[in-house]
């Protein structure tokens, strides 16, 4: 079996070249390149199992670039942002993207992404290319679509699969976010400090900033807001810290 083609379409050398990297280690074939005008014309070239695509780019935003790919392909396709304004706009756009990561990430995370990406695509190639070219592919499609929602609330922590669901539903997480919802969820209603959850949930708390455990609890929100946009299960409690109320 030949190893899945992967299309990088990111400009800067850096971190294209550990991505590449990280691919390769990881049996996957990637092409790399530099804007989202070659990268589109990769697409229509190449057998491309997935596209890793990023917003900024010289010849335009990503998010464009993503809506020409979705003209000519359905292939997925993950997203990587570098602030929280872009994010915002993945999250809240019908791109039929398939997922995202935020810079700065690491390499392990990107391929763990992909990998999944991968194995939900699979199966469900023939629904996903009939979402995709209906233009309906939202944030949902994070989910893995082929579990339904189940009247059950809450969550449920999966620690053998690393996996949280809530209301029946996968999230996918990246590996803090799914750490920081496993330490609120061990004790719901308690309020952790910032630190408490950096040290639960981070392997060198020291290395981080208070701000960084914000970014994840706001990511997480979105998450959770993507599955129903009707809960806020994540409460602020203002110069303390955060707490979880379970449903
Ligand atoms: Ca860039």
Do not use: N
Not at 30 to 40: I, N, V, Y
């Amino acid at each position: 079996m030949t190893s899945p083609s992967i299309l990088l379409i990111e400009d800067e050398p850096a971190i294209a070249d550990t991505l590449v990297y990280a691919l390769k280690t990881e049996g996957f074939s990637p092409e790399w390149r530099t804007t989202g005008g070659s990268g589109l014309e990769a697409v229509a070239a190449l057998e491309v199992a997935l596209v890793i695509l990023d917003i900024g780019l010289p010849d335009g935003s990503g998010l464009e670039w993503c809506k020409r790919i979705r003209e000519i392909s359905t292939v997925p396709i993950l997203f990587l942002t570098a602030r929280a304004d872009e994010l915002d706009r993945v999250l809240g756009l019908e791109l039929g993207a398939d997922d995202y990561v935020t810079k700065p990430f690491s390499p392990r995370e990107v391929t763990a992404r992909v990998k999944a990406i991968l194995r939900r695509a699979r199966p469900l190639g023939v629904h996903r290319a009939t979402a995709a070219s209906a233009g309906v592919v939202t944030p949902q499609s994070v989910v893995d679509e082929t579990i339904k929602p189940v009247p059950e609330k809450g969550f449920i922590v999966d620690e053998e699969r690393c996996e949280i669901r809530f209301r029946g539903l996968r999230l996918e997480l990246t590996r803090y976010e799914y750490r920081v919802l496993k330490t609120l969820l061990a004790r719901p209603g308690k309020v952790y400090s910032r630190d408490e959850l950096m040290t639960y949930a981070w392997e060198d708390p020291g290395a981080s900033l208070d701000r960084t455990v914000d970014a994840h609890i706001k990511m997480l929100r979105a998450k959770l807001r993507a599955l129903a946009p009707d809960s806020e299960p994540i409460q602020t409690h203002r110069g303390l810290g955060y707490s979880i109320r379970v449903i």
